[in-house]
Nanobody, 122 residues
Framework: QVQLRESGGELVQAGGSLRLSCKGS????????VAWFRQVPGKEREFVGE????????VYADSVKGRFTISRDDAENAVYLQMNNLKPEDTAVYYC???????????????WGQGTQVTVSS
């Protein structure tokens, strides 16, 4: 069983930066694939990026490529989402997800956190 808890969301001005954290617990977290998603009320959840265990590759959505970076610290059982040059359209609840598979389908991540709100003002 893996438990995830996000933190770091807050109100920030456009052009600013934030770093979201996702602390994981459980015996497999250090070897799980991890991902970040976001969701705006009334819209479907959107893929932001993932760092899978398959070749340790990192993939980003086109909307955040070049601005967002996913990293992980296995010693701290944590995954981070560094967000730079934030835009109002980045406003959403951000979720951390994990899965024990090496390359899970993006719609099938098994473990989820409760989310953290990011609001970008113009």
């Amino acid at each position: 069983q893996v438990q995830l808890r996000e933190s770091g969301g807050e109100l920030v001005q456009a052009g600013g930066s934030l770093r979201l954290s996702c602390k994981g617990s459980g015996p497999t977290f250090a070897t799980d694939s991890v991902a970040w998603f976001r969701q705006v009320p009334g819209k479907e959840r959107e893929f932001v990026g993932e760092k899978t265990m398959h070749n340790r590759r990192t993939v980003y959505a086109d909307s955040v490529k070049g601005r967002f970076t996913i990293s992980r610290d296995d010693a701290e059982n944590a995954v981070y989402l560094q967000m730079n040059n934030l835009k109002p359209e980045d406003t959403a609840v951000y979720y951390c997800a994990a899965d024990q598979r090496y390359s899970p389908p993006r719609t099938q991540y098994y473990y989820w956190g409760q989310g953290t709100q990011v609001t970008v003002s113009s």
